[in-house]
């Protein structure tokens, strides 16, 4: 019987294009099976939660899933890692230790980094794998172990196996069903909702209002490369949400890396379709402005108000604090004042 605390696709990973509903799709099917995942992707795609994914639609949900990085470990350390130690296997060694296999027994083991295992470690996990048992580092006594393993990679194994840097013998060993996670710069698409789930999420959290994204700020998520993939977005989403204090995010809010960086692939017609097909002018005086009144609100925020604390945390003088207060139309507090009084020459409206 399935269990109600199943996690869904839609609750664990975010994504309406055609090659995530694809892979969503694949994932459904490989769910009741137990055989051995080669998930690839770029760091910040999403291994380890897909692996999460695969393991709480199996058979296997209600028993442990546990996840180790093998590039943690040096290649000394590896191994008791992995098959564990029995007492006085090397110095330090006080106590019998299982490994990470024999945790994971009966439910499901994610070998993240897997390209990071030396090749004589490769050897040992290979046998593993082929023969379902573990022998303890220091010890002599076979065990068995029931285990789905789902390993992850950033590099292309394949290339690594032509290089001489990975056992091919592993490589189809692993590579039985095989699931690769596109980059976020190649499903931009989903970038819009990916972007509401994170303000949400961090809302949630903080137990305030989700904030409001203009058109300007969506169109400069949506462009920029993203090199850090979902990771990077769900943390800029994070770190927005923190600093933001009016509940509208402003260009002033964004780090420069995305204002400076274009896309250098054209957008997904479908995406194109729904942007406006002139850009919309920004006036720099405004961002400008605007930026300065964010760090402003920012810093009077985390301190609570006391101006010379503020003053020290923007590396400014207090005098100047004051006039640059004034100067943006703020309040003690940092919020816009409601003055009516006309903006000053050369100052446009706040868009």
Same mark, same amino acid.
């Given at each position: 019987?399935?269990?109600?605390?199943? #996690?869904?696709?839609?609750?664990?990973?975010?994504?309406?294009?055609?090659?995530?509903?694809?892979? #969503?799709? !694949?994932?459904?099917?490989?769910?009741?099976?137990?055989?051995?995942?080669? =998930?690839?992707?770029?760091?910040?795609?999403?291994?380890?939660?897909?692996?999460?994914?695969?393991?709480?639609?199996?058979?296997?949900? *209600?028993?442990? #899933?546990?996840?180790?990085?093998?590039?943690? #470990?040096?290649?000394? @350390?590896?191994?008791?890692?992995?098959?564990?130690?029995?007492?006085?296997? !090397?110095? +330090?060694?006080?106590?019998?230790?299982?490994?990470?296999?024999? /945790?994971?027994? +009966? $439910?499901?083991?994610?070998?993240?980094?897997?390209?990071?295992?030396?090749?004589?470690?490769?050897?040992?996990?290979?046998?593993?794998?082929?023969?379902?048992?573990?022998?303890?580092?220091? $010890?002599?006594?076979?065990?068995?172990?029931?285990?789905?393993? =789902?390993?992850?990679?950033?590099?292309? %194994?394949?290339?690594?196996?032509?290089? $001489?840097?990975?056992?091919?013998?592993?490589?189809?060993?692993?590579?039985?069903?095989?699931?690769?996670?596109?980059?976020?710069?190649?499903?931009?698409?989903?970038?819009?909702?990916?972007?509401?789930? !994170?303000?949400?999420?961090?809302?949630?959290?903080?137990?305030?209002?989700?904030?409001?994204?203009?058109?300007?700020?969506?169109?400069? !998520?949506?462009?920029?490369?993203?090199? $850090?993939?979902?990771?990077?977005?769900?943390?800029?989403?994070?770190?927005?949400?923190?600093?933001?204090?009016?509940?509208?995010?402003?260009?002033?809010? /964004?780090?420069?890396?995305? %204002?400076?960086?274009?896309?250098?692939?054209?957008?997904?017609?479908?995406?194109? *379709?729904?942007?406006?097909?002139?850009?919309?002018?920004?006036?720099?005086?405004?961002?400008?402005?605007? @930026?300065?009144?964010?760090? =402003?609100?920012?810093?009077?925020?985390?301190?609570? +108000?006391?101006?010379?604390? *503020?003053?020290?945390?923007?590396?400014?003088?207090?005098?100047?604090?004051?006039?640059?207060?004034?100067?943006?139309?703020?309040?003690?507090? +940092?919020?816009?004042?409601?003055?009516? *009084?006309?903006?000053?020459?050369?100052?446009?409206?706040?868009?």
């Amino acid at each position: 019987m399935t269990s109600t605390n199943a #996690f869904t696709t839609d609750s664990m990973v975010v994504g309406r294009s055609v090659r995530m509903r694809a892979l #969503f799709d !694949f994932l459904r099917v490989i769910g009741g099976s137990d055989s051995t995942v080669l =998930i690839t992707g770029e760091s910040g795609t999403g291994k380890e939660v897909t692996a999460t994914l695969i393991h709480q639609n199996s058979r296997r949900r *209600a028993r442990p #899933f546990v996840a180790v990085s093998c590039a943690l #470990f040096s290649e000394t @350390l590896i191994e008791s890692e992995l098959f564990g130690h029995e007492r006085g296997a !090397f110095t +330090g060694a006080i106590k019998d230790r299982p490994g990470r296999f024999e /945790l994971a027994d +009966g $439910g499901t083991l994610f070998l993240d980094d897997i390209d990071d295992i030396p090749l004589g470690m490769q050897v040992k996990l290979l046998r593993v794998l082929q023969n379902r048992t573990i022998e303890r580092l220091g $010890g002599t006594r076979t065990v068995p172990v029931n285990v789905r393993v =789902i390993a992850g990679t950033k590099h292309d %194994l394949k290339q690594m196996v032509a290089e $001489g840097k990975f056992r091919e013998d592993l490589f189809f060993r692993l590579n039985v069903l095989p699931v690769t996670l596109p980059p976020l710069r190649e499903r931009r698409e989903d970038i819009p909702d990916l972007m509401q789930h !994170f303000f949400e999420q961090a809302a949630r959290r903080s137990g305030e209002d989700t904030v409001t994204v203009p058109d300007v700020v969506r169109q400069a !998520f949506l462009r920029y490369q993203w090199p $850090g993939n979902v990771r990077e977005l769900e943390n800029a989403c994070e770190r927005i949400a923190q600093t933001c204090s009016c509940g509208t995010v402003g260009v002033g809010c /964004l780090a420069f890396d995305m %204002l400076a960086q274009d896309s250098d692939q054209p957008v997904a017609t479908a995406l194109a *379709a729904a942007l406006p097909h002139e850009p919309t002018p920004i006036a720099l005086d405004d961002r400008l402005r605007e @930026l300065e009144s964010s760090l =402003i609100t920012w810093a009077l925020k985390v301190s609570n +108000g006391n101006k010379s604390k *503020a003053a020290e945390l923007l590396r400014i003088k207090r005098s100047t604090l004051g006039d640059r207060i004034n100067r943006c139309r703020l309040n003690e507090n +940092g919020s816009e004042t409601t003055s009516a *009084a006309e903006p000053s020459e050369g100052a446009s409206a706040v868009m």
